[in-house]
């Protein structure tokens, strides 16, 4: 009877350990479900930018708008316009330093995502990543000049 005593509390010890090592292994499974979606989002907000730059105004503020799903009312990220470097690109690939006066040069627009942070939220665990550089590349197009009348914002 002694002996039984003795091991009272040991499958209570036991099980608080089985048991944080599978909620942290749940919540681990969870946050690389949630990067995924994370970094999907990056790409398809580069490709929306991108896509939005070659048919607007150099430099239009619906570009970021776009990238950052401002049309959206459930914002998926914390994106902002410190994330988003939009370029424009001659026929060799280099950067254009004054768009605005090159517009004949411009052969392409590039959008990048940079410096994008996400924090992840494992409990008793506090880690963040920094997400890797997002580009995407597409010829222009009209860049908002129609070919007649007037420039009109996107």
Known sequence: MTHLRRQRGTTTVEFA???????????????????????????????????????????????????????????????????????YLNAAGNVIGNPAGSFIQIRYVRVRITN?????????????YTAPEFAATLPRESLGIPRQGAIQPC
């Open 17 to 87: 350990i089985v048991g944080l090592v599978a909620v942290l292994l749940l919540f681990g499974v969870i946050e690389i479900a949630r990067a995924m979606f994370t970094l999907n989002t990056l790409t398809e907000a580069t490709r929306r930018a991108v896509r939005v730059a070659v048919v607007c105004p150099i430099n239009d503020p619906a570009i970021i708008r776009a990238a950052t799903f401002g049309d959206w009312t459930g914002q998926p990220l914390d994106l902002d316009a410190s994330n988003f470097s939009v370029e």
């Open 116 to 128: 994008y942070t996400d924090a992840l939220i494992i409990p008793m665990l506090n880690l963040s």
